[in-house]
């Protein structure tokens, strides 16, 4: 049963609201990305054709620069961690496409972890949409054939889909056990 999101709500405010400036992070020569079949692993074909147009969607930001330069933030976000759950990493919002349209290939959030060598790596998204424009009163938007779960306290929907690093807590899993910040 996934943790109640009370423990997540100073983590989360932290990522987003609390920016510092960018020491040129660089995601571009970390360690190397998990395969489409080992981050897909036991769902239907259909989940891993959305999760492979994911990647080929997302593929250049495996270079930070690349990234910003497509709208996500210019300063580095602080990074999500939970003592017992592990992390989410580094969340780079692009607010020109936080509303109500999910989109595959255009993730709200890039979701990056810090790797052995000190660079960031790639390693999965978030989708949002806020519940100014679909009140959390509304039926769930779906999206990789998923119900989005509200975020109260932020007022959003959301949805992580960790396409890049293999979660042995599960593709739509908010934690994942091997993200240290």
């Not at 932290?14 to 660089?26: E, K």
């Not at 930001?61 to 990234?67: Q, R, S, V």
């Not at 989109?103 to 060598?117: C, S, V």
């Amino acid at each position: 049963m996934p943790r109640p999101l009370r423990f997540v709500t100073p983590l989360v405010v932290a990522s987003l609201i609390v920016c510092v400036p960018s020491a040129r992070a660089s995601a571009q020569s970390g360690p190397t990305p998990a395969s489409l079949d080992e981050v897909t692993d036991g769902f239907s074909a259909a989940i891993k054709a959305d999760v492979a147009k994911l990647r080929a969607a997302t593929d250049a930001f495996h270079d930070l620069a690349k990234a910003q330069a497509a709208g996500y933030p210019t300063t580095t976000p602080n990074c999500v961690a939970d003592s017992t759950m592990g992390g989410m990493g580094r969340h780079y919002l692009d607010r020109t496409i936080y509303d109500d349209k999910l989109d595959i290939e255009h993730p709200e959030m890039l979701i990056y972890a810090p790797a052995a060598d000190g660079k960031y790596q790639l390693v999965g998204v978030e989708y949002v949409v806020p519940f100014r424009l679909l009140p959390d009163t509304s039926k769930a938007p779906r999206l990789f054939g998923q119900e989005l779960r509200p975020h109260q306290q932020y007022k959003y929907w959301y949805l992580h889909v960790w396409a890049w690093t293999k979660n042995k807590a599960g593709l739509f899993s908010d934690w994942n056990p091997a993200v240290k910040c």
